[in-house]
């Protein structure tokens, strides 16, 4: 477990919710070897299985007996609005990647962040079928935590001259193409792979960093499958990490919003500068104006 100051403001709250996202993982694990989660479909047409609901139950039990003030916000859980009201929200996404846990390809994680007044202040990344886990405090740095349990501080690696680009389907590939194109031109970038799955910082990773920036655009606010709980863990993680995470605009996002679905795209980058560098080049190809906010 990383060492905070006993007076951090965050020292609790890391040192509560670890060993619970580690038992999760756990569990997550064993259905994930065993084989034996049945999918289901939700309304949305998108997969859930039993691990996925297994996971938000154990979350929701967890969080609540260790903080049962705390408002909370999760996939695969009923929205309760009361939330908008509390200043302290836990916004979980039991399995990022549902359909590459379906698919057996191990590129799904447990993504859980404590957000206050807006903004994440605690994140936990662990990647099940490895036992990684990546951790990330604000204003205090990012770790990663191997499947032996050995920890280290953790930053990103530089960015590759010229940066290599990554997008996802979940993001607009095909509607944004030429935005795409344009910023691979100007940037000198090698052609942009589209994944099959979202961006999470794990991708940033040593052992699987195979990108320097992802990029993702949407129309509006309602165009994208992706809520709150696909980035604000990843977003923490990001910035920790010596990245940077807004989106297409440069704005920073804040979370526990009336709609958890966000807007105006993403943007994440394994520094500073090469985000700079790319909402440049991206400016150009953005309407004038984000989209609205939405309500609900």
């Not at 903004?119 to 990012?142: E, F, K, N, Q, Y």
């Not at 526990?256 to 993403?266: E, F, K, Y």
């Amino acid at each position: 477990m990383p060492t905070l100051p006993a007076d951090h403001p965050w020292a609790h709250e890391l040192h509560a919710i670890v060993p619970l996202v580690r038992e999760v993982a756990t569990a997550v694990r064993g259905i994930y070897e065993a084989q034996g989660a049945v999918t289901y479909t939700k309304e949305d047409g998108s997969p859930v299985t039993d691990a996925d609901l297994t996971a938000d139950r154990m979350l929701r039990a967890g969080i609540q007996q260790a903080f049962p003030a705390d408002a909370l916000l999760t996939e695969e859980s009923e929205d309760d609005l009361a939330r908008l009201g509390n200043p302290r929200c836990w916004i979980a996404d039991p399995i990022d990647g549902t359909a590459q846990f379906v698919a057996r390809t191990g590129l799904f994680d447990i993504l859980l962040a404590l957000v206050v007044e807006g903004h994440p202040v605690v994140s936990i990344c662990a990647h099940p079928p490895s036992g990684v886990m990546t951790l990330a405090v604000r204003d205090h740095g990012a770790w990663s935590i191997d499947e032996r349990g050995e920890i280290a501080p953790f930053r990103f690696e530089p960015p590759e001259s010229p940066p290599r680009l990554a997008t996802s389907r979940y993001y607009g590939p095909v509607d944004f193409a030429d935005a795409i194109e344009h910023i691979t031109a100007e940037l000198g970038a090698p052609p942009v792979p589209v994944l099959a799955f979202g961006y999470g910082p794990r991708a940033f990773l040593p052992r699987w960093r195979t990108y320097d920036a992802f990029i993702g655009f949407w129309k509006r606010a309602g165009d994208s499958p992706v809520r709150e709980w696909d980035l604000a863990a990843s977003d923490l993680m990001t910035t920790e990490s010596g990245g940077a995470f807004t989106d297409m605009y440069g704005n920073q996002y804040r979370y526990n919003q009336p709609s958890p679905r966000p807007r105006a795209g993403v943007l994440a980058s394994a520094s500073p500068e090469l985000h700079q560098r790319i909402l440049t080049v991206v400016a150009p190809c953005l309407p004038t104006t984000p989209p609205p906010v939405l309500t609900r």
